[in-house]
């Protein structure tokens, strides 16, 4: 598997991670997966993230997890595998192993337990230190789940101090201020260029971080041509036909960032569309209602009305 590297770009699908019923691994639907998104144009996929409840696995768990996702992928594209941890001696025990069976890179949020900006950039130091120089690394910026807020200064000042890391994870929101803020520092040669790809909700505001410079998006949706359509439109110069396709599935994106629910009607979404075999999300987690099935079925067929309209259905 090639590394990653900072001239990454285009789709990144945060992977789920499937559950049989009883809540125990499915690799049968872990393979189903991975073709499912790399046949709808997948560039990469990140796997062990919060969305693919990494904090629900056990360490071998995650392990037999990575080894059957990259199995499948069999090259075909990048694998980041997230490796964040409360400690660095497993951040380490994890990060190895999962470079040693093939990954291309791991992913890694600070600790909620920095706040300041000399914890943070201490911490981070760290991070380099315990991945040593052969791990590629992606920064995620994700202060909705981490608590940690990082500024635009000390953001910069992680890159400069990381040779290693070769990505941004964006993920602050609302931070297009912060996205712009990061690129035009690169292309005044202040910092070096990284890969920006963005990770807020299922691509909530995708069209305007392509604009503001992103390379792409690392988020997970239950529609994941959604994403590869927009970047592939915005790519190719077609900014308004990449609004059009977003808006298309923009009442369905948003109905999935629910929090709490949200991974629910994604695992739903994707079970009936023959992705994963169950949409079991692994206890402690939401369940659906009835009601939230009759809204997902009315939004999934208002949606195919209007793709329809556009000619993408």
């Not at 997970?220 to 110069?237: L, S």
Request: proline share 5%; net charge neutral.
């Amino acid at each position: 598997m090639k590394k990653l590297d900072a001239n990454a770009k285009g789709v990144y699908l945060i992977a789920v991670t499937p559950f049989a019923d009883d809540g125990a691994l499915d690799l049968a639907s872990t393979d189903r997966m991975v073709d499912f998104y790399l046949e709808h144009g997948a560039n990469g996929l990140t796997i062990l993230g919060i969305m693919g409840e990494a904090t629900k696995l056990t360490a071998e768990e995650s392990r037999i997890f990575t080894k059957q996702v990259l199995k499948r992928v069999n090259g075909r594209v990048p694998v980041v595998v997230g490796a964040s941890s409360a400690g660095f001696a497993p951040m380490k025990e994890l990060a190895q192993s999962v470079m040693d069976m093939g990954a291309s890179g791991v992913m890694i949020a600070p600790a909620s337990s920095v706040r300041t900006d000399e914890q943070i950039l201490a911490y981070f130091d760290m991070v380099n230190e315990t991945l040593g120089p052969d791990v590629p690394w992606v920064l995620q910026d994700h202060p909705v789940s981490t608590g940690v807020k990082l500024s635009n200064a000390v953001l910069l000042s992680i890159l400069k101090n990381s040779p290693n890391c070769v990505m941004l994870k964006h993920e602050d929101c609302p931070g297009l201020g912060k996205l712009s803020a990061i690129r035009a520092a690169s292309d005044r040669g202040e910092v070096k260029r990284v890969s920006i790809l963005t990770g807020n909700g299922g691509g909530l505001f995708l069209p305007e971080e392509l604009t503001r410079g992103a390379d792409g998006a690392m988020t997970g949706f239950a529609y994941p041509e959604m994403m590869v359509g927009v970047c592939n439109a915005h790519a190719a110069g077609d900014i308004e036909r990449a609004h059009d396709i977003f808006d298309a599935y923009l009442p369905l994106a948003r109905y999935e960032q629910q929090p709490v629910a949200g991974l629910a009607v994604r695992k739903h979404i994707m079970a009936a569309r023959g992705a994963i075999a169950s949409a079991a999300v692994r206890k402690p987690g939401p369940k659906l209602s009835v009601a939230d099935i009759a809204d997902i079925d009315r939004l999934t067929r208002r949606q195919a009305k209007r793709l329809k309209e556009l000619g993408l259905e």
